[in-house]
């Protein structure tokens, strides 16, 4: 185990201690949840950086690391969905989006020769504009920043979609030709 993949490894174990802390009863609970989403954002981006700097990418850590991400992801928008933060619409939209690309990755994993599509720019960007949105929706610091940046995050994740579903297809088709 390499340290990337120790650094991925972390960001699931951090996602119980996100639960906890932001569904506790401490003062300042979901500013403390908020920190440990950030500090699961950086844990991705040293995981990336040292596994390209020192070619210490694995096939393991192409599949659990956008996995870990999701599962961070998707944990931290149903914990501000359900307290209010967040419109239902937007975990609908990512939550559909992850649940899609999963599928598409078990399909390409299992019956496509174990192929995998790595994360590509436009999904980083997506994922660090929710961390932008998060952010800015934790620290209350404008209702108009929060909703322009929460709505630049789903139009980013549906660009990475869309992104993802063509390299998709296009494996897809060349692999049935």
């Not at 950030?38 to 990418?57: E, S």
């Not at 020769?113 to 994922?127: E, L, M, Q």
């Amino acid at each position: 185990m390499n340290i990337p993949n120790t650094l991925t490894i972390i960001r699931f174990f951090l996602i119980p201690v996100f639960l906890y802390v932001f569904y506790s009863n401490i003062e300042n609970n979901v500013l403390y949840g908020t920190y440990i989403f950030l500090l699961a954002g950086v844990t991705d981006i040293l995981d990336g950086y040292i596994a390209r700097k020192y070619d210490l990418i694995t096939k393991w850590g192409i599949i659990l690391d956008p996995l870990a991400d999701k599962l961070m992801l998707l944990v931290v928008l149903i914990g501000f969905t359900s307290k209010g933060y967040l419109p239902i619409f937007v975990i609908l939209i990512v939550g559909i989006k992850e649940i899609l690309m999963i599928a598409g990755g078990i399909f390409l994993y299992y019956f496509m020769d174990k192929t995998v599509i790595p994360a590509n720019k436009f999904g980083k960007i997506a994922t660090v504009s929710f961390y932008v949105a998060i952010f800015s929706v934790a620290l209350k610091i404008s209702d108009t920043v929060s909703f322009i940046s929460v709505g630049i995050a789903i139009t980013l994740t549906l660009i990475a979609f869309i992104n993802y579903f063509m390299g998709f297809e296009s494996i897809k088709n060349n692999r049935v030709k």
